[in-house]
Each structure stands twice: as C-alpha cells, then as structure tokens.
C-alpha cells in the first residue's frame, strides 16, 4: 500500500500500475475530487495507529510505502509504528528539502506561528501557498492582502478581511508562477519547505523578480528506510525485507 497524496506518490503508482503488482493507494481525503489513479484507491484515515495496523493485517498488506508529503508529520509516525506493530516493512520515498541559490531572498522559519510572526510590520502583498488548513493563523496580521492559491474552492470564508482566491492544482511551471507574482504584485512569498519539483515553481519565480520568500522548515522525520525514486522503491520491493512471518 502506497500512503499517497503528493505527486510523487502519484509518479510511483504510475509504475508500479505498470510492473502490475497488485497495489493500494491511500489518500487522506483531504481534496474534493482527487487525481484519478491507475491503482486501486482507499480514501480516508484508519483511525490512529491501531487503525492503520488492523487494516495493514486485515488487508494483508506486504510492503507499506511512505510516499506522504514531509509536512505529513502524523501519518508518517503512525505508518512507522503501524507498520512495525503489523510487522509489515516501511520504507518513504522522500526528496530532499530545497536549498537557496545565488538571488533567493529567504527567510527560513522553523514553523507556522514563526512565519506569522515574520510578517509583522506595515502591510505587503502576501502570497501564502500553504494550504486551506494553515491559513487561520494569519488572522494575527491582517494588515495585508493576502493571495490564496488552494486546490478547492473555500467552503467558508478565509478569515483573512484583505484577500484574493485562486483555485489551482500543480504541478505549476516558472512562467505561470512568474505571471502570476506579477500580476497580483506579490512582495512577500510564504512557503513550506517542501522539496521536490512540482511547487518550486513560485520559488524560482520569487527569485528572478527579487521578492522575499519565508520559508517555512520541514518537522523532523522519524527513523525509517529512506528511498528517493520510484526506482529505488520497486528495487527495495523486489530485494528488501519481507514481511514477519513470510
Ligand atoms: P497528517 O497531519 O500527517 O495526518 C493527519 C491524519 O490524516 C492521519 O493521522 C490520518 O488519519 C490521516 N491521513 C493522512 N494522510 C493519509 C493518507 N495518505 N491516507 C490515509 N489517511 C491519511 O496529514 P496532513 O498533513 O493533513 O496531510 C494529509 C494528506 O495531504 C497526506 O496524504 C499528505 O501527503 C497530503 N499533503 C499534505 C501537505 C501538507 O502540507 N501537510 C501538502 C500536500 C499534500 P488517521 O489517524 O485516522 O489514520
């Protein structure tokens, strides 16, 4: 079972479809319509780490694969300790965290309530690209316009009194994210650290038009088998560790 929700838990079931092994996708639920899959899909949370472990046993579950978002902090310590109370291997396709280049203008922070509080001071345009989930905590400056980009329209109001939605869905490219900084004259770009191609876009952006990003550090990962590509992951699948009992 692939633990998904991110496009590289996408790409990775996109090849294991095309190996035809017998697999799951799990998302969370968190999205109206999720992207259809060439896998079997699972939607919704097992219940905590009991939860998980039941279903691991019940469904007869051989390899779990952690391919969450690195901000996924709790499903990610709960796959590791389902995973090892099931006795079933685990391993996360994980990728590396982005790191500044010449002409980034980044502030790192190590969480949410860091990045509120860099924002402090006279009012900017503000782009968060953080998800619908983070954004209450900006009501604390709501002294700037605020440029929302999320994958659904908003059920109820942002709590935000100045702001502008855009509905979008990535992976995004450098001349959109460009047009878009430009046309709503974003100063000041808020970020998770996310790591990977498909949202980098708006970082690349924010450095050839020379706006300041705050960019919000990854929580830390539990201890696990790390895998950075779908490669490796089918590889760890066909020569890795095999289930307790097999
Ligand atoms: P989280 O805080 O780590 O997890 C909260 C709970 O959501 C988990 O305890 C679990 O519920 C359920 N859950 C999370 N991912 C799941 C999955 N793939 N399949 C089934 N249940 C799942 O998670 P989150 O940060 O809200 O992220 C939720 C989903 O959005 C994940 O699939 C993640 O990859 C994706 N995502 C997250 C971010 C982000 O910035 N956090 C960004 C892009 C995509 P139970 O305890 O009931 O099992």
């Not at 095309?18 to 639920?29: F, P």
């Not at 899959?37 to 579950?61: D, H, K, M, N, T």
């Not at 969480?111 to 001071?121: F, N, Q």
């Amino acid at each position: 079972m692939i633990l998904g929700g991110t496009s590289e838990a996408s790409a990775l079931a996109k090849i294991v479809a095309a190996k035809g092994l017998a697999a799951t996708l799990s998302y969370a639920g968190r999205t109206a319509s999720p992207k259809a899959q060439p896998l079997a899909v699972r939607i919704g949370g097992f219940g905590g780490v009991a939860g998980l472990a039941r279903y691991l046993s019940e469904q007869r579950i051989s390899h779990l694969i952690d391919a969450t978002h690195p901000f996924a902090a709790q499903i990610s310590a709960n796959a590791v300790a389902a995973a090892k109370a099931a006795g079933v291997p685990l391993a996360a396709l994980v990728r590396p965290p982005w790191s500044p280049v010449a002409g980034d203008r980044w502030q790192c922070v190590e969480d949410i309530p860091t990045a509120v509080a860099a924002l402090s001071g006279p009012s900017r345009r503000v782009m968060l690209a953080l998800g619908r989930l983070h954004l209450a905590a900006f009501a604390a400056e709501p002294q700037h316009h605020y440029l929302l980009r999320l994958v659904d329209p908003p059920t109820v109001a942002p709590p935000l009194p100045k702001h502008t939605v855009i509905v979008a869905r990535g992976p995004f490219d450098v001349v959109g994210d460009t047009r878009l900084l430009q046309t709503h004259e974003i100063e000041t770009v808020v970020a998770k650290n996310a790591g990977g191609t498909g949202a980098a876009a708006k970082l690349a952006a924010a450095r050839a038009l020379q706006r300041d990003v705050v960019l919000i550090d990854r929580p830390p990962a539990p201890q696990r088998t790390e895998l950075t590509s779908p490669e490796a992951v089918l590889d760890w699948l066909a020569h890795g560790p095999t289930p307790l009992g097999v």
